[in-house]
């Protein structure tokens, strides 16, 4: 079936460096749909990102991801970690861009540290 | 701006015990609303998904008879956790889309139920 695979539970860094949180997918559709969701604590997860377009670069809000099909990888990276974006993230696939279904990956905490 | 609200924050009911939790979308209309449920140390996971005027389908391991969802309208949904036990505690997650082309979910904060 399909899934999503999140390999980093905890990624701790210091503010300033790079960010790249890792997901991969399996899917069995031809076109599927990545989407980065950020999850602050006590709020709603919020979509950060979202890409259909092989080997399209994809930005929001300082983050950047691109969709590698023939990986099956939308890695979300950031240039420069703040201690605001100090969360919970989340991959999650999705068939045909239709969102009313989402697989989510175990998520990845992301504390960054001054 | 779309937002979505889910009722209650939290809530505790004793185990065989049934409660009922609420989503309301403000500012879009839900033509579709999914319910997932995050178990301790697991990700979300799909109930089921609710469109207005069409049957409710539910994810292989949840029934109509143990999640029953409503789904009046393009505002409101809600879903009871029916003899709740151990099980069953998590963080339940509503997720709204919109009409029109827009393919985004938008998510409530969820509703965390713990049973006793």
């Known amino acids: 079936g399909d899934s999503v695979t999140q390999t980093e539970g905890l ?26 969701y950020v999850h602050y604590l006590n709020e709603s997860p919020r979509l950060l990102l979202k890409s259909s377009t092989d080997n399209k670069r994809t930005e929001h809000q300082g ?11 939308f890695h979300l990276q950031k240039s420069s970690a703040q201690l605001s974006d100090s969360a919970l993230y989340y991959c999650a696939l999705s068939d045909t861009g239709n969102t009313r279904k989402l697989i989510f990956g175990l998520g990845t905490t992301l504390q960054v540290q001054p | 701006g779309a937002l979505v609200y889910q009722y209650p924050r939290r809530t505790i009911c004793k185990s065989g015990t049934s409660m009922r939790m609420e989503c309301q979308a403000v500012g879009f ?13 697991k990700t979300f996971e799909l109930i089921a998904l609710s469109t207005v005027n069409s049957a409710i389908k539910y994810e292989q391991n949840f029934t109509q008879e143990k999640f029953p969802i409503s789904h009046p309208n393009l505002s409101f949904s809600s879903m009871t ?3 709740a036990y151990l099980e069953d505690r998590g963080l ?25």
Do not use: D
Request: with cysteine.
């Open chain 1, 11 to 36: 990624v701790t860094l210091t503010e300033g460096l790079p960010v790249m949180l890792n997901c991969t997918y399996q899917t069995i559709y031809s076109n599927p749909f990545l989407f980065w």
């Open chain 1, 63 to 73: 983050f950047h991801a691109t969709l590698h099909k023939s990986s099956s990888s």
């Open chain 2, 29 to 41: 209309q839900a033509t579709s609303v999914a319910w997932y449920r995050q178990s301790p140390q």
């Open chain 2, 81 to 83: 956790v029916l003899n």
């Open chain 2, 92 to 116: 339940y997650l509503c997720g709204a889309r919109a009409t029109g082309g827009s393919y985004e979910q938008y998510f409530g904060p969820g509703t965390r139920l713990t049973v006793l």
